[in-house]
């Protein structure tokens, strides 16, 4: 059977129940309504952090569609992202650090907790792409720097200039008062996670950024690491996280939003009780000034959610029931 066929088969057959014990949790009316729906919900379903999201799902969904493995959907899904220079958080195109260098973090993990990841590497238009030759071509997790860079070129990657005109000239003009000061919720232009539940019911990821804006040379955010900016385990679920890297890898986020899915506890609650954790444990950091985080999870029966410690975040959410859309996310902290 073709794998296109084979996808429509079993989407045909893909419905999933719910355990009603899910319902119970305190949430919005909006969260309320994706649980509900989540009762009908039929597999694969793609989730992807912020807008640029959408045609990451669209590419993703395009590539299951035609048989191709949950690894292969996502490198080709957030290498939309990755190569276009308008989303400038992420690989060609994405703002410097305050060397003027771009530099790049991605991971990837499949259902057999298989990893690979690369971080800090330069000149790698699909960096995601490298993460998955780590998983599948290395004894390793992760490669990072110029040795990621070498693996890569190995791998018949080439070296190109990531730096467009655009980010130059924004670099410039940063470079004019040299402030650290990252800029909350910059709205279509963040950083590029996607989580996948596939036709068979299982889980994989990828994570995949220029991390933040004027960081110092060398700096490497949550991104590329499995447990912080990306973690899944696939009898529970999966998530990710997007913002300050430096407060998700202080609390091990995305470790922590699945373990407590394996507690049972639903991906909005576990979403929402993370993001309570890191703002509590930063309420009087010097941080506390521009702390976003956001995380988006889904478990294995199609649920899913995303939480963030101030409003403005979203993610986009494919399945079969109603096509590719946007979600708001809850947040802890109110609209100012
Ligand atoms: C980082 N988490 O490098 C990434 C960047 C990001 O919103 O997601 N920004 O810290």
Redesign the pocket.
Known sequence: MSGRRKFIKKAALGTVGISTAFNTITATENQKALITDAKKVKKPVIISTWRHGLAANEEAWKQLKNGATALDAIVAGVGVSEGDPEVR?VGYGGLPDREGKVTL?ACIMDKNSNCGAVSFVQGIKHPIAVAQKVLENTPHVMLSGEGALQFALSEGFKKENLLTDKSKLAWEKWLESSKYKPVINIENH??ISMLVLDEDGNLAGGCT?S??AWKMHGRV???PIIGA?LFLDNEVGAAA?????EA?VRTAGSAMVVELMRQGKSPYQACKEIVERIYNKHKNHKDMEYLQVGFIAINKKGEHAGYSVRPGFNYAIHDEEKGNRMEPADAKMAKN
Do not use: I, M, P, R
């Open positions: 958080s973090d963040d950083t950024t991390g933040a955010g949550d991104s900016g996280a997007t913002g300050l890297g998700v």
